[in-house]
Every structure is written in C-alpha cells, then in structure tokens.
C-alpha cells in the first residue's frame, strides 16, 4: 500500500513565522502536490512537482514555495505565515508524468493555526 | 477553466435506502474522472477511475459511471460505515497530473 505521510497532524504558528510543512511519501512516485482544503471551497491545489528539483505553480501559489531535493520529500514554506493560512494542507503523490489516470495518494493532512 | 460542481452538498440516507451523487464537469479535454472517498480527519481515498462516457465501474456498494458532462456515484443498499464525503475531481488532457477538485457530497447514513 502507497503510505504518505505528513510530519504533523495538527500545528500552531504565529503570524509573520516561516513555517515548513513535510510529507514522504515510499512508493517512489514522481508527482507530488500540495493542496489545501477549506470548507465550501474544496481541495485547492499550490504547488506540485513531477521530478525531483522541479515545481509546477497550481492555482493559488501565493504566500508559499516548495522544496523537492529528493524524490521522496516534498516540503511546503510558509514564508511568513499570515491568518489567512490557517487551514487543512494535505499532501500527495503519484506515478507517471503524462500516463493516463494517475490516481493520487494522499496522506491524513496537516491542520495549520496561525495566530 | 475547468470546473466540477457535486450536487447534493449533503445527504441524509437511511441504512438500505439507495441513492445517487452528482458530479458536473467542464472541461476542455477529459483525461481522467476521479472519485475519492473522505472520512473526518484523513485524507481522500481513491475509490475510482473513469476514463470515457458510457464507462462503468464497481466496487462493494458504490458504481460509478460516466456521461460527457456528468458522473454519477450510485450507492445501493447504504450501510452506516458508508458514511463519509464524497469527492469527484477531472484531470485535462492539456495539464499532465494535476486534478481539479469538487466541493464534495457529505453522506451520511443513519440506522
């Protein structure tokens, strides 16, 4: 089974700190992503990568960046954590470039406070 | 733009009583149709792939097809673990892996 996992569950930060979100994944895909979900709005995409050093800007890419040094770690930076912020990021993963239906993988989520 | 919109927000189904969710879509090239399976506190689950209209697909419960500009997730005979939102995303031919996401259909299925 394809395990994603997400260095903390739940996080509180304080407005104007740069914070780092981490997820590994152990399947040896080479997309990652990085997504938000806020409630009425869904799963919003920021940023994904498909190979390691490569990061592709998703739909609201705004206020963060991404670090991909190896294949299985794909970081999220918060370069100065503001309220608006504050919600559940999760993390994902897949196989292939352009193959077709690459279902993504994804771990339990990071819940992100900031005050 | 790519767009899915799922109908209804919420459901309120009593064990036994069958029902379908609706995923709406645009999109200027259909690769893939996707629908995942979210429980409180985790994240979503992959529960299937749909590629081409008339396309059907089935696991315990759950059938999923497809039409070219809607998805249906039929649900027969519901139990209470069944209980859970319901998520439906599309990717594009034109943008490699990344998937455009619904809102999702809260199902919740009572004794």
């Known amino acids: 089974d394809v395990k994603v996992t997400q260095s903390s569950r739940y996080l509180v930060k304080r407005t104007g700190e740069k914070v780092f979100l981490e997820c590994v994944q152990d399947?040896?895909?080479?997309?990652m992503f990085w997504y938000r979900q806020d409630p009425g709005l869904g799963l919003r995409l920021i940023y994904f990568s498909y190979d390691v050093k490569m990061k592709e800007k998703g739909d609201i890419p705004e206020g963060y960046s991404v670090s991909r040094e190896k294949k299985e770690r794909f970081s999220l930076i918060l370069e100065s954590a503001s309220t608006n912020q504050t919600s559940m990021y999760l993390c994902?993963?897949?196989?292939?470039?352009?193959?077709?239906?690459?279902?993504?993988?994804f771990g339990d989520g990071t819940r992100l406070s900031i005050l | 733009e790519d767009q899915v919109t799922q109908s209804p927000e919420a459901l309120r189904l009593q064990e036994g009583e069958s029902s379908s969710l609706n995923c709406s879509y645009t999109v200027s090239g259909l690769r893939g149709l996707f629908w995942y399976r979210q429980d409180p506190g985790k994240g979503p689950e992959f529960l299937f792939t749909l590629y081409s209209a008339g396309e059907e697909k089935e696991k315990e419960r759950l059938k999923a097809t497809l039409t070219k500009k809607e998805s249906f997730l039929h649900i027969t005979a519901p139990k209470p673990e069944d209980s859970a939102t319901y998520l439906c995303?599309?990717?594009?031919?034109?943008?490699?892996?990344?998937?455009?996401f619904g809102t999702g259909t809260r199902l919740q299925v009572t004794l």
């Open positions: 994902a993963s897949s196989s292939g470039v352009f193959i077709l239906g690459g279902s993504q993988h």
């Open positions: 995303a599309v990717q594009n031919t034109g943008t490699a892996s990344k998937l455009t």
């Open positions: 399947m040896d895909h080479e997309n």
